[in-house]
């Protein structure tokens, strides 16, 4: 059984990926980035080859047998080693060009990768990508318990956090994923494929969290899931702090889990559609259609609240960092 | 608008044109020109050039922020209906 080539990225990428992997010929290839722990021995059997983006940029792992170096996806093959070390080692390959037919707007520039230079090359982390719907519909509704396992590992992270943005606890949001996944279950025969798989089930998510979530007549999700200060955030007051100044690389371990835990509670200090557009875009690493089609949203608002929410976060962040340098 | 006023404001990218692009900018959804535009524009603003590079930083924490993930028990229970579902 042949499938189209799945796409395995360092998770970090995600976002700037995903962007890119919009132009990819997705009769070629299948891109849907998700990040897992598994990694690449996660890939489904129908994967006719893998293309791994290492910190060193794209290669083929081939199952069957790669396609060789012309097959490689034009956003990887534009990915160069991620410092300037491995940038100027000798010997390395020259940069393929874009080719003449290429559009204008594929650009997926260098300085754009570049910004998301990945600093720790050493850690594994990955992106898995599923194959197309049609192969895994037909695996589960062929009773395939490892392709449901594959979906389960994939996605349940995700549906985690979007359930946990209307429900009250972790608890909660859990029995909120299982009663969606069993709604999966019992509906896999009469998904139409309308919608992709993925945007089906997280739609199933969405409705089974917000039934709950009225249920249990939340009005403040999320900021009880950190133990740090969530003070509500008002996206409009908080949106600039001022002139913004250079930030510290949050490098240290300290310093990232203080960022984390900053971000963690300006996420949950947001209003509800802006939260849902920046866990779906941002932490899910879903598509602007799939965030629009999962949640309902035009495209232009789609972006509104994604911008809003994403400026909220900033300030927040600016604010952190402002306090932390005021401090040293 | 003027005349006059029309005319500078094509020639001269202000921050709030930024503003304005920059979803569509990190959506890498301009067209050519408007990139180029505000290229042109983030090379020679240092406010707005740090502004996205802040924005760009916040997506990137925000895409490496750890998730939690299933509990065994549920995952487990999950595969048996699952099977269950096929078989009956």
Known sequence: MTGRPHVVAPRRWRDRYTCCARHLDRGAFLVTCVPTVLGRRSVPAPAAAVVEVSASGARWCGRGGGPGDDATPRPLRDVEPAGPAAADRPGSPARPRRGPGSPAGNDCSRHRWNDVRVRRPDREETIVALPPDDVVVAALRAGDEAMFA???????????????????????????????????????????????????????????AKKRGVRESRTVPWSTAFDHDAAPLDGQARADPGPPGPWPTPEGEALAAEVRAEIAAAVAGLPTRQRDVMILRDMEGCTSDEVCEILDLTPANQRVLLHRARTAVRGRLADYFATVKRSE | MTRFEAVTKVKRFSCEDLAELTPLYLDDALDLPSREAADHHLAVCETCATHLTQLRTTITVLSTHPAASLSESTRARLLAAFRASRHS
């Open chain 1, 150 to 208: 594959a979906l389960l590992d994939t996605w349940s992270r995700g549906m985690l956090r979007v359930a946990r943005s209307y429900v009250s606890t972790a608890d909660s949001a859990e029995e909120v994923v299982q009663d969606a996944w069993l709604a999966v279950i019992g509906s896999i025969d009469g998904f139409e494929g309308r919608s992709s798989l993925k945007t089906w089930i997280f739609r199933i998510v969405v409705n089974t």
